[in-house]
């Protein structure tokens, strides 16, 4: 093999490594940032809030505000509870597990859907979807929900839907 061909080939075999580390790295850095938005979700929800597992985390961000949404599953003990207790079981779920004495993420009174008024104490859960591209069916199935519980707090809203098993945190701002 010629000089020229050798070095050549170093070469090739020096860019082929480096664009697989940088691919490695960019794929290291999407689930680092996919994890600390799943753990974002779960600590704006209060502790009883028991989630079984994620249907959709997603949103839009900029450099100071967004808008997203987390669609979660609850747990089938806090489905029992809330079938059993009724609004009763999230009266003292009224601050993020993981913000305690932090104001911003503490949440109004639970209320009965239908929403009182014009629903746009729910504003935050519809745009939320739309930020986070969420597919029709899923929005469709949240938007048609006429029984659960919902609480807001600033630039937020929480729904419990025990019907269909699912919390949705939704946030714009």
């Known amino acids: ?32 940032y996919k994890l600390a938005e799943r753990s974002y979700a779960i600590d704006a929800l209060p502790a009883p809030l028991e989630v079984d597992g994620l249907v959709l985390v997603g949103g839009e961000s900029g450099f100071r505000e967004g808008c997203g949404v987390a669609v979660l599953r609850m747990s089938p003990a806090l489905r029992a509870r809330l079938q059993r207790e009724g609004l009763a079981a999230l009266q003292q779920a009224r601050q993020a597990r993981g913000y ?6 503490r949440y109004e009174p639970w209320q009965a859907l239908p929403a009182q008024g014009d629903g746009d104490g729910l504003a935050p859960i519809f745009l939320g979807l739309q930020c986070a591209d969420a597919d029709d069916e899923l929005s469709a199935r949240i938007g048609r929900a006429s ?10 809203a929480l729904l419990v839907l025990p019907r269909e098993g699912l919390i949705v945190f939704g946030y714009f701002g």
Do not use: I
């Open 1 to 32: 093999m010629n000089p020229l061909k050798s070095a050549l080939y170093v070469v090739a075999q020096l860019f082929y490594r480096a664009v697989l580390l940088w691919f490695c790295l960019l794929l290291l850095l999407y689930l680092g």
């Open 100 to 105: 305690a004495g932090d104001d911003y993420y």
């Open 147 to 156: 029984q659960g519980y919902y609480t807001t707090k600033h630039e937020g």
